[in-house]
């Protein structure tokens, strides 16, 4: 035996190399395309944003709403929702809806403001709620919500919730 030709027969590791990092190279490409082709990589900015909300209730028919930190987020992302009804869409403003107990329209405005938040609600940001007119109760016991939606609409997400209290 020969331990020169032992030692010196290298003809198989490099082929067994160049398949094994073809193979790594083709599955890292198979993996970055079946997330593109497959929209996980949308999915991942839609991710809802970090912010606090504070409510303060001055009565029954008046509410303070309050970004006390976190996230900036865009005015038309954020709604308003008492009693499971949009009340106030950051998008288009505010509705008159049935909401609270009574079941009656109420008219709700911003309390001297008619735009509500601006178009970026940051820490400090501020919108109260009151009745512009209406002939319902008031909404104490009411559930009230700030909701986030993606731009994409795909998604959303409850920010902020409180029990309304007279």
Known sequence: MHFTNLLGDDDAVSPVIGVILMVAITVILAAVIGTFVLGLGDQVSDSSPQASFNFDFQNGTAATITHDGGDAISNDQLDVI?????????????????????????????????????SEVTAGSVLTLSYKGGTGDDCGGDDIRVVWSSSSGGDTATLAQAEWSS
């Open 82 to 118: 008492i009693a499971g009804e949009t009340v106030y869409d950051g998008g288009s403003g505010f509705s008159d809806v049935n909401s609270c107990e009574g079941g009656a329209t109420e008219q709700w405005s911003t309390s001297g403001k008619s735009s509500g938040w601006s």
